[in-house]
């Protein structure tokens, strides 16, 4: 069996390791557009403050070597069929399974001078190398965008000892991932630090001459910087998969097996689009552990063994000036339905918030205190029926012991995590 | 692989194998020096409440690691024998694999900034925990012995 992969993110990696694991002898290609493409991507804002920041590789450099992997770097994947792709330097390779993991890219929104230098999004190595190049000559920075890659950026500019405004087009911080209490606990911490935080304004145009000097601002006011950053999400990179006829929704739309609409290409990672646990509905979860596990599972079904992949569900863990949040599921509820517990004390501080939906967890936020928030993160991925479990997680039992129960008798249809687990623990 | 098993009906909540374990995982080693610790040694292992039973917990090493998945610095990896364990000088401290543990074996190390979680005791010999367990509520090895010795218990 012959197998392609176009990309080499965490979705890539992570199906190139599986096939090679359960089929030793099957050739894997590997295609990237970046020519060093085993760092992660998570980490690259952790080096904004210096060179002191953490090793940004993910897999060593004889990666490829070890798991026999033919990688064919700085390449694009321009067009692909059942059977084959091709690259942008005319070549084509036949193969039998594609994996499409390419990823997403900044989304950058149309608005004048977005084109102007000193203007960044903010994914790649290359990214990041352009705006350390650009921070001896930055005073002020501009980040558009307050959700966790934002106030990520703007940290490490902070950090950097930048001067940082942050433009927020919602009323609040964090407001994809968390709720507004939350938001503004984060808020206080930013603006204790020297950061401007405008929020419930869009930016409307980039002015200046070559460089950004000033961002303009949807009410007329403006933020006079050196470096913009743009970190407001991710387009899914679906141009091939639509050309090829592949169904696409936001993201490229996926079978249980990770399988697109065409037979024997697969896609998985920020450019796959999910059922997520929490609402039930089909979306892009471009997160990092979502990736690593679709491309395990797209990989094992390429493989030749059935993996199904239920859920993804949406989660983030951030840590911002010593105060650590995760944050999953649905955490805001719009429409009725819904039961909310909250917890709120300012002076520790600590935040919890729990939502459910009739006898399932479907949403939580812990700042402040996050052990055992995994415990629960797995409820609501398995949509597990609480019964008097709820209780005791309301009453702020979370350790897992309080929930052995509700496994136990959920242990059908539950993935091997649980099972050996359960086992181990006297059966 | 060999694991640590917990034989629950065996547990009496006297937290001896917490003990050992932060002693274990000390700068010391040695209990009395290890509680003047700063910061204080931690624990990989916990015993918890089970609807009024005790049960003592640590790292499951499942096969489908969650907290692998969710590593997103790499530090959280398969050894040789497929365990997941942590390469403390690779970990950030982003705690997204704290996020994900169905078990909530992981602890935040929060004045470090890096994930603990059992490691075996480095796989050398029999881990602590089980050692110091008083009643034997603790056992390590084959997934067969267990069952066997389950069967005993029962």
Not at chain 1, 8 to 28: K, Q, V, Y
Not at chain 2, 105 to 117: C, G, Q
């Amino acid at each position: 069996m012959n197998h392609v992969i176009v990309g080499c993110g965490a979705a890539g990696i992570a199906a190139a390791e599986t096939l090679r694991r359960i089929s030793p002898s099957d050739a894997i290609t590997i295609i990237s557009d970046e020519a060093e493409p085993l760092y992660s991507r998570c980490l690259i804002p952790y080096r904004l403050a210096g060179p002191s920041g953490p090793d940004l590789a993910y897999r060593d450099e004889r990666f490829f070597e070890r798991n026999g992997i033919a990688a064919l770097l700085g390449r694009r994947a321009v067009s692909l069929a059942r059977g084959s792709v091709r690259l942008d330097d005319g070549t084509s390779i036949g193969c039998d399974r594609i994996l499409i993991a390419t990823g997403g890219r900044p989304t950058l929104p149309a608005i004048p001078g977005i084109e102007k230098q000193g203007v960044a999004g903010f994914r790649t190595r290359a990214d990041l190398a352009r705006i350390l190049a650009l921070l001896p000559t930055t005073r002020r920075a501009a980040v558009l965008g307050g959700g966790c890659i934002g106030l990520q950026v703007a940290a490490g500019l902070m950090e950097a000892g930048v001067t940082t405004s942050i433009v927020i087009a919602s009323p609040s911080l964090l407001s994809q991932v968390a709720d507004e209490t939350a938001g503004s606990l984060y808020r206080s911490l930013f603006s204790d630090r020297g950061a401007r935080i405008i929020t419930g304004v869009e930016a409307t145009a980039i002015e200046g001459d070559d460089r950004a000097a000033r961002v303009r601002l949807g009410d007329g006011g403006e933020v006079d910087c050196d470096l913009v950053v743009v970190a407001k999400g991710v387009t899914p990179n679906t141009e091939c998969a639509r050309e090829a006829g592949i169904r696409c929704r936001r993201g490229i739309v996926v079978d249980g097996t990770m399988m697109t609409s065409l037979e024997g290409v697969y896609a998985a990672g920020d450019v796959a689009e999910t059922r997520d646990a929490a609402t039930g509905e089909r979306t892009v979860n471009a997160l990092w552990p979502c990736a690593s596990e679709q491309g395990r599972v797209a990989g094992s079904n390429m493989a030749g063994v059935p993996r199904d992949y239920d859920f993804s569900l949406r989660m983030n863990a951030v840590e911002f000036f010593g105060l650590p949040m995760i944050s999953v599921g649905v955490v805001s509820p719009r429409d009725g339905g819904y039961e909310v517990h909250a917890r709120h004390d300012p002076s520790r501080p600590f935040y919890r918030k729990l939502v459910f939906r009739e006898d399932r967890l479907v949403g939580l936020i812990m700042a402040g205190e996050i052990a055992h928030a995994g415990v629960l993160t797995a409820l609501i991925r398995k949509r597990l029926p609480l019964g008097p479990a709820k209780g005791e997680i309301i009453a702020g039992r979370i350790a897992f012991p309080s929930v052995l129960d509700v496994v136990r008798s959920n242990r059908e249809g539950l993935g091997g995590e649980y099972a050996d687990a359960l086992l181990a623990l006297g059966g | 692989m060999k694991r640590i098993y917990v034989a629950a009906a065996r547990c009496t909540a006297c937290r001896t194998c917490e003990i050992a374990c932060a002693v274990e995982h000390s700068l010391s080693r040695n209990l009395s020096l290890a509680i003047a610790e700063e910061p204080r040694p931690v624990a990989r292992v916990r015993v918890g409440n089970a609807g009024g039973r005790p049960l003592a917990l640590q790292c499951r090493f499942c096969e489908d690691s969650p907290c692998v998945d969710a590593c997103k610095s790499g530090a959280m990896h398969r050894d040789d024998a497929g365990a997941p364990q942590i390469d403390r000088e690779r970990c950030v401290g982003c705690w997204m694999c704290i996020m994900v543990c169905p078990f909530g074996a992981i602890e935040a190390d929060r004045s470090r900034k890096v994930a603990l979680k059992c490691d075996l005791c480095a796989a050398a010999g029999t881990p602590v925990c089980v050692e110091a367990c008083p009643t034997g509520a603790l056992l390590y090895g084959e997934r067969e012995e267990f069952v066997t010795a389950l069967e005993e218990i029962r």
